[in-house]
């Protein structure tokens, strides 16, 4: 769902949902009309769940500067934030053998996460294997959902590729 909305010092928008969750939405370019604002839907994940729906309290203190952002913000609580995208994978559900679809043929991680925040799969890349079309083999997990991630080795800006499967018999 769809709370509250503040404008963070980084000049992103970034929205909570009602209680009890560990994600944020964030739309990336509020200044610009529809599709290009960049809006990601749990683009950003907390390090722990949110019991109340609320927003940190974020006070302008630069009003009178020319540049009121600081893009440099690269940190909340300690730890790196990274920005969640949407990732292709299929067949979903799956039984055995599932396609990933690595973004713009980058070389990096895919770790897969039970529903308990388990890590059940961690493949790392050193090579050309991840470009393109990857296929995992899932038959080893059971009946349940998961959540498959790819992390690429050179991640600047700090991206994280997402999709949520389900696994069946």
């Given amino acids: 769902t769809f709370f509250l909305m503040a404008l963070a010092p980084d000049c992103k928008i970034y929205m ?10 964030v ?13 990601v839907q749990h683009g950003i994940r907390l390090p722990f769940t949110s019991s109340v729906a609320a927003m940190p309290y974020y ?10 952002c600081d893009p440099t913000i690269t940190s909340i609580f300690g ?5 969640r995208r949407d990732m292709t ?12 679809e690595v973004p713009e043929g980058k070389k990096g991680r895919i770790v897969v ?3 308990q925040g388990q890590l059940v799969y961690d493949d790392r890349c050193p090579d050309d294997k991840c470009r393109g079309l990857v296929k995992i083999d899932l038959s080893i997990l059971t009946v349940g959902t998961y959540s498959v991630e790819f992390l690429p080795e050179d991640n600047s800006k700090r991206l994280i590729y997402t999709s949520q499967i389900v696994k069946v018999e």
């Fill in 16 to 25: 909570c949902s009602g209680s009890s969750t560990n994600t944020y939405h």
């Fill in 27 to 39: 739309i990336n370019k509020p200044n610009e009309k529809g599709t290009a604002c960049d809006f």
């Fill in 59 to 68: 006070p302008r203190f630069r009003v009178d500067d020319n540049e009121k």
């Fill in 79 to 83: 730890d790196h934030v990274y920005y």
């Fill in 89 to 100: 994978v299929y067949p979903n559900p799956v039984r055995d053998i599932l396609n990933v």
């Fill in 113 to 115: 996460f039970d529903m």
